[in-house]
Every structure is written in C-alpha cells, then in structure tokens.
C-alpha cells in the first residue's frame, strides 16, 4: 500500500513547465528521496503534495485518496521548512502545542503529547526555551517533533539540512534516518545533495528537468543508472566524451574526443555505430595497474588528493585527460609526475548517448 | 581612520560646530520649558524664584494649566481626536501593507505612488480641499434632501478625517516596511499544522507586526497630536489643545502657563516616542 | 473557486486604499480645483471662468507673496541641506557607535515637540523682554531692549530650525548604509577630501538627499505657525493668504484659487527636484 502517490502531475508556471507528468508511489513506512539540481521542480511537487500550489494536471493521493480538492490544511501531510519556519514568538512547547492547538485538542491532553514527542527526539524538557536559545540541530528536531506530534500520513522535509554546517549535517544525516526509524512514519526528502539521499533513502527518484529520470534504491542508481544524469549525478564519475567505434553485444568501443579509446558496457538504450556518447566510469572502478588488453591507460601522477577513504589520485593519460582514482588505503606510494598505468574491467564503465544540449 | 585624514584643528572645528548646533537645537525647548518654573506673570527674565503654579495653582492670575477649563478642555479634545485617528490609521495602514506588499494588481506601482503623495502635500492645502469638499457634499445633501450632516461641518469628524488624509500615508510606510521582513515560509508552515487562514493572521502574522502597529500608532498620535495646519483648516468650536494654545498666544499674548503646557507636551511625547523605540528594539 | 475567493479579497483589501485616496486625496483635490474655477456673479449665482486667476494676477501683492514664499522656502531648503549635511555625516560616519544612537535620539526630539512650542521657544528667547535681549544688557553689550522678533532673519532661522530635522534624518539613513571601505577606497586612489566628497559620498547620499531636500521643501512652502508667529503681521506668507481668504473673508474661490497656486506650485517644484536628481517618488520619499 503505497502513503502517498503521484500520478502525470503537471505544474506550469507561463511557459515554464516546472513539474513534467510526474508519477511515483511512496510505499508504507519508507524514506523516500527527490534528488535534483536546483530548479528541477523538486520543490514545486512538493509544495503540491503541501496543496501550496495547485497542479494544471494529474492527481495526487494519500492513502489512496485524492488531495487534490482539500485545503493545505486539511491534508494529513506535514512539511519541515527549508528554513525550518519555527515560530519566533513562540516558546518551544507552544510552537509544538500549534497543531494541536489548531486541531481542538483538549486542553489536557497537549502538554502530555508535548511531553512525550520531545522525548522521542531526545529533548526533554525544553519546553519553556525560546527558539532562539536552540543550537541548529535542536531546531531541527523541534521542526520535526512540531510535525510528528500530529502524526502526519507522510512527512515532508525540504532540504532541512541545508542551513546547517558540514558537520552538523552529517551527523543529521544519520539521526533523521533513526527518527523515520523511530517513528514509523513516511518521510518524503527534497534535496539536491546525492550523499543525503544515497545515505538515508529506501527510494530516491532522481529528478531532472521537471521529470523523474529514475526511481530506485539508492545502491540500483549507483551501480546501474539508466542515463547520462543520472549516472553523472550521483556520486562521483569520472566523464569523458566520445564516439562509438564499434559495438558488440552490448560492449562498445569508444573513439574518446581527443584521442585515445576505451570499452564501455552500453547503457539500455539504443545506441548505433557512431552515436555521440558520454563514457562514465566511478574512481573506485579503476584499478593500477596493466590490465586486459584494451582497457589500460597510461600516464603520469598528476597531484595526489589525500581524503582519508576518499583519497584520489588525479593521473593525467598520455591524451592530456584527468581520470579520478579511487585511493582507498592513501598509501600507494606514489609521488607526483611518476609514471602509472590503470585500468577497468569494461562492465564497470558505461556510456550513455549524449545530451543535445 | 577617517580621522587620521583630517588635521586636529579641522576635528575641533567640526566638533564645535556639532556642539553649536545641538545647542540651536535645544535653546528654544529649553526656554520654552524654563519658564514654566519661574514665579512671574511673564515668561522672561528676570529668574524670580521656582514655582509649580503655572501647572497646580487654581486662582487667577496664576492660573495653572491642569485648573484652566479651556486648556484643559482642548487636552482633551486632542487625546480623543489622536486615539481616533490614530486607530484608524492604523487599521487603513495594515491594509494598504498587505496589499502593497502582498498582492499584485495592475497599476500597482502608479497606486503606489498615490499612496505617498499625501506626504508632499502642504498640510494647509489638505485641510482646505476636505473642507471644500465636505462642504460641497453637506450643500448638496442639504438643498436635495433637506438633511443637514452636521458632521460634514468644521469639527472634530472633519479634523478626524483631515489628519486621517495623511497619516495613513505614515502608517502604511511603517507597516508595510515590517510586513516585507515576514517569512512567507512561517504563514505556510501554520496552514500546514491545520491552522485556518484567520488563525493565521491572528497567531503569526498579526503577533509579528505587533511592535510595528505599535509604532505607527504612536507616531500617528504625536502628530496627529501637534499637528496644526491641517486642523487649522477644519476647526469647529471643540479646538484641540494646538489651536487652544495658538488663539491663546494671539489674543492674549504669552504667558508662563504656555510654557507649562510646552514641559507637558515635551515630556508627554518623548515619554511616548522613547516607548516605542524600546518596543521597536525588543521584538526585532 | 480559488481565483473568485483571491479577487473578492484583493477588492476587500482595496476598499479602504480606493476611498481613502478618492474620497480624501483626489476628489477634494478635484473639488478646490473646481471652486477656483467657479466666479460669484451675483447671490448665490455662479459662473466658470479664470476670473479668479486673472484677479490673482492683478494683484501685486498676492502674486508678491507666492514668490517671496517660494525664494523664501528654496534659501530654507538650501540653508538646511548646509546646516544638516555635516551633522547628518557627523552622526552616520564620525561618531563613535555609542554616541551615534544618542544624537540621532537628541535629533529625533524636537521632531516629536509641536512646531507650536518650538516656536513659542523663540518667541520666549527672542521678543523685546526676551532672554536674548536681556541677556545682551545685562552683558552690556546695547543699552535697551532690542526687538529680535518680526524680521527676515528670523523667520529664516525659525523656519531652518523647524525642518533641519527632516533633513538630517533621510541623510543619516542613507549614510548610515555607505561601506567606510567605500570612502577608504576613494583616498587610497588619490582623492583629494574634495573629489572624495563630490564623487563619492553625495552621489551615494543622494535619495537621501532629496528626499531631505523634498520634504523640507514642502513643509517650508505650507508651514503656517513659524512663519505668522516670529515674522508677525507683515511676514507676508502665503498659506496665511489662504487662511485668510478662506476663514476670515469667507471668500472660498480666491482662497480655492490660491491653494490651487500652491499645490502646483510646490508639485512643480518637487517634480523638477526628482527630475534633475534622476529618482522617483517612491524610492525617496516613501523610505523616510
């Protein structure tokens, strides 16, 4: 059973299509993910499933049944703010108590629903502070505790983590996952980060340009990705273009610009003989040393790159490209300017046809 | 570091001449203020002792101002005429804010413009063309109906509606400066915790303009308050306290309650204007 | 449903702006215009015509006193700008941060203070009996009671004292925001004081500047108390014409006449201010 569901939504702003026949399901429970550029229409769905804005087409269900005629404040869903909207005239425990508040609760029963909510997300007692006495996490669990305590059908988070600063962010990351744990409730996630939403999603829908490129779990768009933005889009790549030499079964040999050529496996596309295309290939894919023939590049160190186990060595091939690779023990001994040889197995590298644009 | 470009002959100067000009602000409150304190039946030198009488005494001829019937009489008048206008100003400026700042209409930007030019109108000529005008109508009404709206006659509705002319214009500014700060993210978060839209504008909206309908209604009132020029225009028998003092300064020249009713004004609106400059810094 | 509840709302909103402006702006606007337009020919009879502004015309003394009240008001504005720039750089760039707040507060006072008392201050400080007066005798500096009241100069200083404020406050604003990197920038180039002065901070003070310069205007050309109360019977300003027309004649159509004169004349004149200087209404006057 899916929360939430899209169905050929379409949003048009004059000539602007900024939400294209999107379709997508969110099933029970899960953490999904929109992961776009800025100015995809990721924001504009969302603020659709909010009823902010009103679709020119398509139909939006929750639970089964259409939104589409119900005030924003009617729906069951609840929306954490870019920049999280925490009342500032309000107390902690009353910016939490609104809903509630709104939804004729009786008296009695808030401040123990209050209560318990800040306990699960770990903040007891904090009734009575001012917002602006909270650090940057704090605020965000308030946000979500405020949306919580109404327990929403889905949970709308637009880029929350925006605001905060590396650090924090990371360790966000990993507590907004156990929150949705915890809870149990649907967490639909906006944002144009591919780390934020490989790392917590069950599902991400890459968006591009108004329409979804691919729905997948987070590991099916990293290793199979059915096209150029995607694969350019999430995690890091190394990208060069080109054009198809040959193509057998699947496996194209690839004329790259510039000189040299590599194999690569095609994406599931169709693809000819001479089809302008785009080879991407992951840094950890490559390995050091001569491989099997026709894979093996050549080259020189071109700087060394030390992010712990994220270290990359930038080689620079005898054809004058920079090609990233993966460096996970940063001990390989290299110095710069030494000679190197790499290579990838040909399935590791995909090449997909390249945009007109 | 500005400082080190200019000689310290050139600073002296300067500083003399900020000082000089402080001074030139002040002489004339200072010797309006002063003279309410001397016990003489002239505002003028010489110093003939400290008295409260130009504000408590209740004989002739040193009638003090809080036992003179017409002073007080006029006081009045002005409080009832500021906190009227005051109110409605302040209504009329909330919503001129939000529909400048909110809405999008055509001509938004010639509307805009109208909505100040009552500020660059000479204040005499705004009381004069809503006299003529009231007039006109009450004229109209009278010789077609028969009525006679004693209200469309110099007095204190057309004085409410004179002030009311130009002090939108003020209150609108202020309001509509404070409603460009709101975060449009706060109202959308309230709808979508389940609050209605009038919920809305009375738990977030309303409470974050607070300080600034605060200060347009004061400063509405102090000038609605001494205001002269218009109200000139419009006077009908219940003078408000400018006016008051005014026919007083002419027929009977100046004496030392005008001095005291001067200490009351200055100390009434700066305890007014320091009050909403402490609200101000509070709620930002 | 949506856009029919949005345009009942945008006319709900309207509604208090429209007959604000209509009721109390524009059409007693339209309806002084009309009465200057409108001649007595007999009780109660009337007729449209000029006549009123061909008896303005032809009477010296009228058209003298609409053009002694505009050279007067443009020497105020001038003499403000010259007095207030200074102070107003002096609180925005010069003071120190805490005494910046204080003086702009000192500034701020009198404006809240009635024209009334602050006139009636100078009455007090400059009259026969005055402080000024009796002060310079007991000085020995003149040997009788001197009449400060009733003349030019006064009226000037009065009239300068009475709007300086309006000045120095839209010039604080606007200077307040210039970057001191800016003025630093121009030195470091070369500037001497002068061209730093001329290319850098007036351009930059400029909305401020006629803002100041606009309202200061206004309030010179329709101020009533400062110039009747320190010029006295001959201080022959024009809204005192008006007034006189209007309330002590009883003759509507010349004091119509009159206001009309007035309002065209300062609109000319701040129409041709934001002309010269290349700004708007909007973005000046409307910022305070």
């Known amino acids: 059973m899916y929360d939430l569901r899209c169905e050929s939504v379409i949003k048009r702003f004059g000539n602007f299509t900024a939400v294209n026949g999107v379709s997508f399901g969110v099933p029970a429970g899960s953490f999904f993910s929109i992961l776009g550029p800025s100015g995809c229409g990721k924001t504009t769905l969302m603020r659709m499933i909010a009823g902010f804005e009103h679709p020119d087409a398509g139909d939006i269900l929750l639970k089964e049944n259409s939104v589409l005629n119900l005030a924003p404040n009617k729906r069951n869903v609840k929306m954490v703010f870019q920049h999280l909207a925490l009342f500032p005239m309000m107390n902690v425990g009353e910016n939490i108590a609104y809903g509630l508040r709104c939804r004729g609760d009786a008296k009695a029963g808030i401040g123990e629903k209050v209560r318990a909510v800040l306990d699960r997300v770990g903040l007891p007692g904090v009734e009575d502070k001012q917002i602006s006495q909270l650090s940057g996490g704090q605020k965000q669990r308030i946000a979500i505790a405020r949306c919580m305590v109404l327990e929403p059908d889905v949970l709308l988070l637009d880029e929350p983590l925006g605001a905060l600063d590396l650090k924090l962010r990371e360790h966000m990351k990993i507590e907004l996952k156990q929150l949705q744990h915890q809870f149990e409730t649907t967490f639909l996630y906006i944002t144009h980060d591919q780390s934020e939403a490989l790392v917590m999603s069950d599902n991400v829908a890459v968006m591009n340009a108004g329409r979804f490129e691919q729905i997948g779990p987070p590991r099916e768009l990293y290793d199979n990705p059915v096209s150029g933005f995607v694969a350019g889009f999430v995690g890091d790549t190394n990208r060069w273009e080109g054009r198809i030499d040959r193509l057998v079964d699947g496996t194209a040999r690839v004329a790259l610009n510039g000189g040299g050529s590599v194999l690569a496996k095609t994406g599931a596309n169709s693809l000819r003989e001479a089809s302008a295309v785009e080879v991407f290939v992951r840094p950890e894919a490559v390995a050091i040393g001569r491989g099997n023939d026709g894979a093996t590049l050549s080259g020189r160190v071109d700087s060394l790159l030390f992010n712990g186990a994220n270290s990359r060595i930038l080689v620079r091939t005898e054809t004058g490209k920079l090609v990233e690779v993966a460096d996970t023990s940063g001990a390989t001994g290299f110095n710069e300017g030494d000679p190197i040889d790499i290579h990838w197995h040909a399935d590791r590298a995909l090449c997909f046809a390249r945009d007109a644009a | ?284 | 449903m949506r856009s029919d509840t949005g345009k009942l709302s945008l006319i709900l909103l309207m509604a208090p702006f429209a007959l604000w402006i209509v009721l109390l702006i524009a059409l007693p606007q339209f309806g002084i215009g009309y009465v200057s337009l409108r001649e007595k020919v007999g009780p109660g009879e009337y007729e449209l015509g000029f006549a009123n502004y061909t008896a303005f015309l032809g009477e010296p003394i009228y058209w003298n006193t609409l053009l002694r009240t505009a050279w007067m008001s443009i020497l105020v504005t001038f003499l403000a700008l010259v007095v207030g720039f200074p102070v107003a750089y002096y609180i925005a760039k010069i003071a120190r941060k805490r005494a910046r707040a204080g003086l702009f507060l000192l500034c701020l006072i009198p404006l809240w203070v009635s024209d009334l008392v602050r006139a009636f201050g100078w009455i007090v400080l400059l009259r026969e009996t005055g402080i000024v007066s009796s002060s310079l005798q007991w000085m020995g500096v003149i040997s009788g009671p001197v009449e400060l009241l009733y003349n030019d100069i006064t009226v000037i200083i009065g009239l300068v004292y009475t709007v300086v404020l309006f000045m120095i406050v839209p010039l604080v604003s606007t200077l307040d925001g210039m970057d001191d990197a800016m003025l630093e920038a121009g030195y470091n180039l070369g500037g001497s004081r002068f061209t730093v002065f001329r290319r850098i901070i007036v351009p930059y003070a400029m909305p401020g500047l006629v803002a100041g310069c606009i309202i200061t205007f206004m309030l010179t050309a329709g101020s009533y108390l400062t110039p009747i109360l320190l010029g006295g019977k001959n201080s022959s300003w024009f809204t005192e014409q008006i007034y006189n027309q209007f309330i002590t004649r009883y003759n509507w159509e010349a004091g119509a006449t009159f206001g009309v004169l007035l309002l065209a004349f300062t609109s000319l004149v701040v129409w041709v201010g934001l002309r010269l200087t290349g700004q708007s209404l909007a973005t000046t006057v409307a910022k305070e």
């Open chain 2, 1 to 284: 570091m500005k400082r080190a470009n200019r000689s310290p002959f050139l600073n002296a100067v300067y500083a003399t001449y900020i000082v000089i000009f402080f001074l030139y602000l002040i002489a004339p409150l200072l010797a309006a203020g002063v003279f309410a304190f001397n016990d003489s039946l002239f505002p003028s030198l010489p110093w003939q002792g400290f008295t409260l009488d130009w504000f408590f005494n209740d004989t002739e001829p040193k009638l003090g101002m809080f036992h003179d019937e017409r002073l007080l009489r006029g006081l009045g008048n002005s409080l009832y005429i500021g906190v009227i206008v005051s109110a409605l100003s302040v209504a009329a400026g909330t919503c001129n804010a939000f529909l400048f700042v909110r809405r999008d209409f055509p001509f938004k930007n010639a509307l805009y413009v109208l909505m100040v030019v009552p500020l660059v109108i000479p204040g005499v000529i705004l009381g004069i063309s809503i006299l003529v005008f009231a007039s006109m109508i009450a004229n109209g009404i009278d010789q077609g109906l028969g009525i006679n709206l004693t209200w469309l006659r110099p007095g204190i509705p057309l004085i409410v509606l004179g002030q009311f002319s130009f002090l939108t214009t003020i209150t609108s500014l202020v309001i509509a400066a404070r409603l460009e700060k709101f975060d449009m993210a706060l109202e959308e978060a309230a709808l979508n915790l389940g609050a209605n839209r009038l919920r809305v504008l009375t738990t977030i909206t309303l409470p974050f303009l607070v300080p600034a309908l605060f200060s347009a209604f004061v400063v509405a009132f102090l000038v609605s308050f001494e205001n002269f020029n218009t109200t000139l225009m419009l006077v009908g028998s219940d003078a408000p306290l400018t006016i008051t003092m005014y026919d007083r300064m002419v027929k009977v020249g100046s004496t030392p309650v005008l001095n005291a009713v001067s200490v009351f004004l200055m100390l009434g609106s700066g305890l007014l204007a320091l009050l909403s400059v402490i609200v101000q810094r509070d709620r930002t």
